[in-house]
């Protein structure tokens, strides 16, 4: 018989990159077990869903999971993208089961995105006509591998000149750097002729931020981990200096040497494009890798940050001082009627 007294119950940790995610999660997991609540972890970060990249991504090693089970974690190579839509298949399947079996689900991680892709759902693609319907899904992947081969032949420069002429708004929902969605972007005008970004602002009408109107109707409490800016750029200073020193340049050496290509979408994230680029000579020094790492790793966060800050309800704490509160709130959580 169960103990948790909760319906569709899950628990929600996220935050910026390097605010003790993991740490947190496995805590709490084992502090469930001692009060006979199984909990299993599941991953919500993008990176950590491949499995050639570990050192860069802060990926948790076996010893560091202690026995705890964590889905979602290595399961894809970097050779082939894992997107949105493949997580929320994946990660609906899981939740599923889980609470078929009375295991409480703890969702972890920082990509905003995508736990608000599970939540909420994704834009639909629609237009005014039947265009998208099953009978031109050969077309569809038609303009998908021709944006593709784009990007792979001329890089992000002609996909923002086609959004700058077709979708301009687009432009100012993606990070320029951001080379997944701004292709979708362009995917979208080309196969529709209606603008991704009117789409957006269709979702926003949704409350997009508000998951107390989850799709699957999940009961959950979520906590939001941070830190002050100056303790945590201490900590990401110190992570990127643990990153190096555990051989990043030397993963990065093997992945390359193994044949992936530099243009691969986990290989172009923060920590692995800074280390081809020192590989290529374009950054001269070892502290100059450093600090371009660490430098990204800030702006990173201070997105995932604004992101985290519009989600609702979620009750934001220090890990570092607050992982007893966490597990108490979480038991409370789950016992009450």
Not at 107 to 127: C, I, N, P, Q, T
Not at 130 to 136: D, H, I, N, V
Not at 186 to 208: R, Y
Not at 283 to 300: C, D, G, N, P, V
């Amino acid at each position: 018989m169960s103990l948790v007294n909760k319906e569709r119950p899950l628990i929600i940790i996220s935050g910026p990159t390097a605010t003790g995610k993991t740490a947190t999660s496995i805590q709490l997991a084992k502090f469930l077990k001692k009060h006979q609540i199984q909990a299993e972890i599941i991953n919500f970060d993008s990176l950590l869903f491949y499995q050639e990249i570990s050192i860069g991504t802060a990926k948790p090693t076996p010893e560091e999971m202690n026995g705890i089970v964590h889905h979602l974690v290595g399961i894809n190579s970097i050779a082939h993208d894992l997107n949105a839509a493949d997580y929320i298949q994946k990660a609906q399947d899981i939740i599923q089961q889980l609470h078929v079996k009375k295991i409480v689900p703890i969702l972890v991680g920082g990509s905003a995105f995508y736990l608000r892709a599970l939540m909420k759902g994704m834009y639909k693609e629609e237009s005014d006509s039947t265009l998208l319907e099953s009978a031109l899904e050969d077309q569809k992947l038609v303009i998908k591998q021709k944006w593709k081969d784009i990007l792979d032949k001329d890089g992000i420069a002609p996909i923002i000149s086609y959004l700058t002429l077709n979708d301009p708004e687009a432009l100012n929902l993606f990070h320029t750097n951001d080379h997944y969605r701004l292709t979708r972007a362009a995917e979208h005008f080309d196969l529709t002729g209606n603008k991704i970004s009117e789409q957006k602002k269709h979702f926003d009408t949704l409350s997009p931020y508000d998951f107390t109107e989850n799709q699957h109707q999940y009961h959950f409490i979520h906590f939001s981990l941070d830190f002050d800016k100056t303790k945590h750029w201490e900590i990401i200073l110190n992570r990127t200096n643990q990153m190096i020193d555990a051989g990043l340049e030397k993963e990065v050496k093997d992945l390359l040497a193994q044949g992936f290509r530099t243009n691969l979408k986990p290989l172009l994230s923060i920590g692995y494009k800074e280390t081809i680029q020192f590989l290529n000579q374009e950054i001269k020094t070892k502290e100059e890798l450093i600090e371009r790492i660490a430098i990204s790793t800030r702006q990173l966060a201070k997105s995932q940050r604004t992101f985290f800050k519009k989600i609702t309800p979620k009750i934001t704490l220090n890990p570092l001082t607050d992982h007893e509160k966490i597990q108490q709130l979480s038991l409370n959580f789950l016992m009450e009627k």
